[in-house]
T-cell receptor, first 116, second 110 residues
Framework: NAGVMQNPRHLVRRRGQEARLRCSPM?????VYWYRQLPEEGLKFMVY????????ESGMPKERFSAEFPKEGPSILRIQQVVRGDSAAYFC??????????????FGAGTRLSVL | QQQVKQSPQSLIVQKGGISIINCAYE??????FPWYQQFPGKGPALLIA?????SEKKEGRFTISFNKSAKQFSLHIMDSQPGDSATYFC?????????FGQGTTLQVKP
């Protein structure tokens, strides 16, 4: 009964490159959330997705960041033209149901992005 | 109004003592209040959660106290153990996304 799987665990990119972070939710979960954790800070919400739909992207930077959760396959968080300030831990969480129900979110181990 | 304020930032407790972490919120629409535990290099793990229709929830050594009128909730860790040393985050939600507090680093001394 695998949990939320994120890969890669560590990702190193040079400034200007693209970063692709993948998240496979727990089996049976159709809701995915992405959070960012800067060093010595709390987690900040980025985006909430269901299969083929973006439900809430109010925490996503307006440029360079995008997310998708296709009908088949993992959810992808994509960061284009990375800058040093993008260095952080990116966590994915999944839940079996959305708000209004028992919205328990289970987190993956995260992807640590380092931008050189 | 979307903020959740958490205190203290760090806490040192002797083994066997009680650890208490407090959180306050503004948005009265929040209807779900979880606490997460995070070890270095790991993802947050759900510890315990409460909804505003109850004032207290206990699971093992962990208790959430909830004061709806004061818009505050707290985590109590009874008989704290060195293995409890971690960072603890409170959070609040009503629309799916979790709004996290700033975190409390707990150190339990043997």
């Amino acid at each position: 009964n695998a949990g939320v799987m994120q890969n890669p665990r560590h990702l190193v990119r040079r400034r200007g490159q693209e970063a692709r972070l993948r998240c496979s939710p727990m089996k049976g979960h159709s809701h995915v959330y992405w959070y960012r954790q800067l060093p010595e800070e709390g987690l900040k919400f980025m985006v909430y997705l269901q299969k083929e739909n973006i439900i809430d992207e109010s925490g996503m930077p307006k440029e360079r960041f995008s997310a998708e959760f296709p009908k088949e396959g993992p959810s992808i968080l994509r960061i284009q033209q990375v800058v040093r300030g993008d260095s952080a831990a990116y966590f994915c969480a999944s839940s079996p149901r959305g708000p209004g129900a028992k919205n328990i979110q289970y987190f993956g181990a995260g992807t640590r992005l380092s931008v050189l | 109004q979307q903020q959740v304020k958490q205190s203290p930032q760090s806490l040192i407790v002797q083994k066997g003592g009680i650890s208490i972490i407090n959180c306050a919120y503004e948005n009265t629409a929040f209807d779900y209040f979880p606490w997460y535990q995070q070890f270095p290099g790991k993802g947050p793990a759900l510890l315990i959660a409460i909804r505003p229709d109850v004032s207290e929830k206990k699971e093992g050594r962990f208790t959430i106290s909830f004061n709806k009128s004061a818009k505050q909730f707290s985590l109590h860790i009874m008989d704290s153990q060195p293995g409890d040393s971690a960072t603890y985050f409170c959070a609040a939600s009503n629309t799916g996304k979790l709004i996290f507090g700033q975190g409390t680093t707990l150190q339990v001394k043997p």
